[in-house]
């Protein structure tokens, strides 16, 4: 008997998100037990109904039905960027049962808006205050946590570098600024500095009262600005509205792409990332590398170009 015609396509997508840092260890048998099931019914490429079909298996609960049809819709996800042919199933054609939320993964241009919109709050101090904390958590990926605690001393604008101290886990680490940000940072502290001459402690962000910005203070200011500019999910929506926390996400993902992009071996930089999150290992850095279409598809063309070249 022949192997099915998409068991290679099963192997190929596996090694391609174990190269990300996924462990997926449940994966293998369930997605080669769904390239065996379209070839009993005469399949080669995936359709919503297969896919439905194949998962809700009698004697399962709700939650396993929703689990397998998951796990196709990212096998499917990765087949469509291949050949449009395949089928993604929809995320509520199944009930979701009890699972992790996704994260909201900002493009560049809703951070952009979010930024522009924080220029417009009041007062002015709190306005560069909080535009100025959304972009350094942008591109550094750091923990919102992490960033009100920053003190002047952890800000080496000379050298270009931040020091994050003792923070989760008890773990320190530094992060390189580009040029670009020690430019905003420097003027930040200038105008910090002019407002408030005597401010209260040695924080290097200060509330729009001259004391060190709390994190409660800092969610609310972004909770407004999400509602502002439109991102905010509509009344009724079980959506969960975009958070503070994933910018942190979203960076973890457009390092990916940047990598992919570049041709770069994603497997040996992942502790790059790792720590650049604070990460002890990569095994932690799995949770905020979430799949997107776009870098299902970057990373596709990665393999089908692969594909091309084999002799």
């Not at 462990?23 to 037990?33: E, F, M, T, V």
Request: glycine share 6%.
């Amino acid at each position: 008997m022949s192997a099915p015609v998409l068991l290679p396509a099963v192997q190929e997508y596996l090694g391609l998100r174990r190269s990300f840092g996924y462990i997926l260890g449940s994966h293998d048998r369930p997605l080669a037990d769904f390239a065996r099931y379209l070839d009993r019914i005469g399949a080669d490429t995936v359709t919503v109904e297969a896919a439905r079909a194949w998962a809700v298996q009698p004697g399962m609960t709700p939650l396993r039905h929703y689990q397998r049809l998951a796990i196709v819709r990212g096998f499917a996800s990765y087949l469509h960027a291949l050949d449009p042919r395949n089928e993604i199933p929809p995320k509520d054609l199944l009930s979701e049962g009890r699972r992790r939320v996704p994260p909201h993964i900002y493009s560049d241009e809703e951070i952009a808006a979010l930024m522009r919109a924080s220029r417009l709050l009041h007062p002015a101090c709190r306005a560069a205050t909080i535009e100025t904390a959304i972009g350094l958590l942008a591109v550094t990926g750091m923990r919102s946590g992490e960033l009100v605690r920053l003190q002047r001393a952890d800000v080496d604008l000379h050298a270009g570098r931040l020091r994050i101290i003792a923070t989760k886990f008890k773990k320190s680490r530094e992060l390189a600024l580009h040029p670009t940000a020690v430019e905003v940072l420097e003027a930040y502290g200038h105008e910090r500095d002019r407002i408030w001459r005597r401010p209260v402690g040695p924080a290097f962000f200060l509330s729009s009262r001259g004391r060190p910005l709390s994190q409660g203070s800092l969610e609310h200011s972004f909770a407004q600005l999400v509602d502002q500019v439109g991102l905010a999910p509509p009344p009724g929506s079980r959506a969960r509205r975009p958070r503070l926390h994933d910018l942190r996400h979203s960076l973890a993902v457009a390092t990916l792409l940047g990598w992919h992009r570049a041709g770069l071996d994603v497997q040996a930089l992942l502790p790059v990332l790792s720590a650049q999150l604070g990460h002890a290992d990569p095994a932690s850095t799995y949770w905020y590398l979430t799949g997107t279409l776009e870098l299902l598809s970057v990373t596709s063309e990665r393999v089908r170009a692969a594909r091309e070249d084999r002799p």
